[in-house]
């Protein structure tokens, strides 16, 4: 008496997926981050640290340079940031506060981080073309924040940008590489 065991065909593996440098969610891998954009990702989370937990810049500094991939990141970029927010919040606030529909201490504290990153980066890393600001804190707010905050980043930011780097904005405009977008 024989007994034979039930066959099964082998298992196939799932097709292979295109690499484009984005996850499932549309967010760029951590991969295909430069050190510049780490920097932004470590600073929005040692602002949040700040905004929600009220620590000293000190002491999320050293927290945050101790964390898992910091070594990868732009730390001077990062330093100028972070201690950069901090100390101007008061202005950054001042700077964001027209361009709300709600109070400020309504923004999430994700979207306020971002801001805060963007307005700082407007006024003071020209080196930073205005639209790579934009996307780099719609992108931070996708990946840390909540459903729809980028959209409320990028209409804050986009307002501002008008202020900060108007020159930029209207050659940007004249040659066409921004649509203008009118109510």
């Not at 780490?38 to 000190?58: C, D, H, I, M, P």
């Not at 730390?75 to 950054?92: F, K, M």
């Not at 905050?149 to 921004?178: C, M, P, T, W």
């Amino acid at each position: 008496m024989s007994t034979s065991l039930p066959t099964t065909a082998p298992k196939q593996r799932p097709p292979r997926q295109e690499r484009t440098g984005l996850t499932s969610t549309g967010v760029r891998k951590a991969g295909s981050k430069s050190g510049r954009s780490r920097a932004r990702e470590f600073a929005l989370q040692a602002l949040y640290q700040y905004l929600v937990g009220g620590n000293t810049a000190g002491d999320i500094d050293m927290f945050t340079r101790d964390l898992i991939g910091f070594h990868k990141a732009d730390s001077v970029h990062y330093d100028a940031l972070l201690h950069g927010c901090i100390e101007q919040a008061d202005q950054l606030d001042a700077f964001i506060l027209p361009f709300l529909d709600r109070p400020i201490a309504e923004l999430s504290p994700i979207e306020r981080a971002a801001m805060w990153i963007g307005t700082y980066e407007f006024k003071h890393c020209l080196d930073v073309p205005w639209r790579v600001v934009i996307n780099e804190c719609i992108e931070l707010a996708k990946e840390f924040g909540g459903t729809d905050g980028h959209k409320y980043v990028n209409g804050v930011l986009n307002g501002l940008a008008s202020e900060f780097r108007a020159r930029e904005v209207q050659a940007d405009i004249a040659s066409g590489k921004v649509n203008v977008v009118t109510d």
